[in-house]
T-cell receptor
């Protein structure tokens, strides 16, 4: 079946601009995660959705970052007033959370470059 | 919060040899420990996982061991093949909400 997809695959923007990154999870997966991965580092947790609500947004670095999942499926990560330090690969993962099932399936990521 | 450390950062082995990657974690409440393989330009792919009520799990050439007392877990790859070359990440979680990742191990299998 289809895996997690993310669009765009690459995004180049100027400092100060607004960007939106989209994630389409695996159908039926209730849990959705956003991570940020800098070069040579492991993924860094940003936010976790269970259904439509953000169950844990403690990883968002500041109020320029915001994410939504209005219908419990597709999610959008929004970054306002982008800074060069926001440049990274943004990864999305989904999971069929039930009982103690924690298995995550990752998308290919969106590479964001802020110039 | 949880802190996961991973060693080594790079590892080169001859084809057919074994590779071992080790991770330690700080939060004794962590109860799920997945391992991911990431190839260039792709997202991490789950290859094996272990829960805190199990000491060892094996899947063909891949095995993971967990020592809860020492708070460390290891990935073992036997009979390595060139296609095993990739970056491997360990992770830990106790809620399934936040996952804490290690810094990665770049494995190179030399033919």
């Amino acid at each position: 079946g289809a895996g997690v997809s993310q669009t765009p695959s690459n995004k180049v923007t100027e400092k100060g601009k607004y960007v939106e990154l989209r994630c389409d999870p695996i159908s039926g997966h209730t849990a959705l995660y956003w991570y940020r991965q800098s070069l040579g580092q492991g993924p860094e947790f940003l936010i976790y959705f269970q259904g439509t609500g953000a169950a844990d947004d403690s990883g968002l670095p500041n109020d320029r970052f915001f994410a939504v999942r209005p219908e419990g499926s597709v999610s959008t990560l929004k970054i306002q007033r982008t800074e060069r330090g926001d440049s990274a690969v943004y990864l999305c993962a989904s999971s069929l959370r039930g009982g103690d099932s924690y298995e995550q399936y990752f998308g290919p990521g969106t590479r964001l470059t802020v110039t | 919060g949880e802190n996961v450390e991973q060693h080594p950062s790079t590892l080169s082995v001859q084809e057919g040899d074994s590779a071992v990657i080790k991770c330690t974690y700080s939060d004794s409440a962590s109860n799920y420990f997945p391992w991911y393989k990431q190839e260039l330009g792709k997202g991490p792919q789950l290859i094996i996982d272990i829960r805190s009520n199990v000491g060892e799990k094996k899947d063909q050439r891949i095995a993971v061991t967990l020592n809860k007392t020492a708070k460390h877990f290891s990935l073992h790859i036997t009979e390595t093949q060139p296609e095993d070359s990739a970056v491997y990440f360990c992770a830990a979680t106790y809620t399934g909400n936040q996952f804490y990742f290690g810094t990665g191990t770049s494995l190179t299998v030399i033919p």
